[in-house]
């Protein structure tokens, strides 16, 4: 099952500009993740979150998570062609079977046109 | 380091036709062990997790099965394919144990099933 969803489904951005894409979530996490998947290819983790922080940020990539509405937002700052991909968020829900299943939302296309 | 790898890349069979897709890590020990389906423009969906050799749980009642014969192997199978089994197929890995880092998950380059 989905517990994330992403939001827009797709972004059409400048170089240079920024992207954000916000994905929301519907039961408590242990941490929550953002990954990326060039056309075709196989997934890439960029960063995990978790439930006790507010803000995390690795390079150009800016995440935040809010657990009181069950949101998190990537941002990517002064993007570039090579940014071109789809982006998804997974949230490792706190259950009784809580052993690492992820739950994969259905991705933000973007698209950074030079 | 780790590394995974997912073969074949592209696969075209025919309905009532046979699978087999394999998937293999090195580098770790007694990994965690993903098998995952994407429909275009879709998300992940999980169909069967390994946390050790012959310990198999399926998450979506399907036409598929699992297998791992060996630590860091994983194997997808199907007696025979239905035109529903098209599809895109991630294998990934994660680390076994307790602390948060396991949940990270390593994907391979993917298998794009064509069932005609």
């Known amino acids: 099952s989905q517990q994330g969803e992403e939001d827009p489904q797709a972004l059409s951005i400048q170089e240079g500009e920024n992207a954000t894409m916000n994905c929301s979530y519907k039961?408590?996490?242990?941490?929550l993740q953002w990954y990326r998947q060039n056309s075709g290819r196989g997934l890439v983790h960029l960063i995990l979150?978790?439930?006790?922080?507010r803000e995390k940020h690795s390079g150009r990539l800016r995440v935040t998570l809010d657990t009181s509405k069950k949101s998190s937002s990537l941002l990517i700052t002064a993007s570039r062609a090579a940014d071109t991909a789809s982006y998804f968020c997974a949230t490792d829900p706190k259950t009784t079977d809580s052993w690492g299943k992820l739950q994969f939302g259905a991705g933000t296309q973007v698209v950074v046109t030079p | 380091s780790q590394t995974i790898h997912q073969w074949p890349a592209t696969l075209v069979q025919p309905v009532g036709s046979p699978l087999s897709l394999e998937c293999t890590v090195e580098g770790t020990s007694n990994p965690n062990l993903y098998w995952y389906r994407q429909a275009a423009g879709r998300g992940l969906q999980l169909l069967f997790y390994?946390?050790?050799?012959?310990?198999i749980s399926s998450e979506v009642p399907q036409n598929l099965s699992a297998s791992r014969p060996q630590d860091r192997q994983f194997i997808l199978s199907s007696k025979k394919l239905l035109l529903s089994d098209s599809g895109f197929y991630l294998c990934?890995?994660?680390?076994?144990?307790?602390?948060?880092?396991?949940?990270?998950?390593?994907f391979g380059a993917g298998t794009r099933l064509s069932v005609l």
């Open positions: 979150i978790r439930s006790n922080e």
């Open positions: 390994s946390v050790g050799i012959g310990q």
């Open positions: 990934a890995w994660s680390q076994p144990g307790t602390a948060l880092a396991k949940n990270i998950q390593y």
């Open positions: 039961t408590s996490i242990n941490n």
